[in-house]
């Protein structure tokens, strides 16, 4: 597969699985090596308007 151009390297398609129910998104690994996430981690989604903003799970 060729590499993106830079402008689009953080364009991702929305995936679909769990036979449909459910939908999913990769996100670049820059961005989770930066945030010091890892593999399982819990995360929280909220709307903010036309929005979604992820963020680390607060227990």
Do not use: C, H, Y
């Amino acid at each position: 597969m060729a590499r993106r151009r830079l402008e689009n390297r953080n364009v991702r398609k929305l995936t679909r699985t769990g036979g449909g129910k459910s939908v999913s998104v990769t996100l670049p690994i820059e961005f989770v090596r930066e945030l010091r996430w890892r593999d399982r981690q819990k995360v929280t989604i909220r709307r903010s308007g036309s929005k979604l903003i992820i963020e680390d799970w607060k227990k």
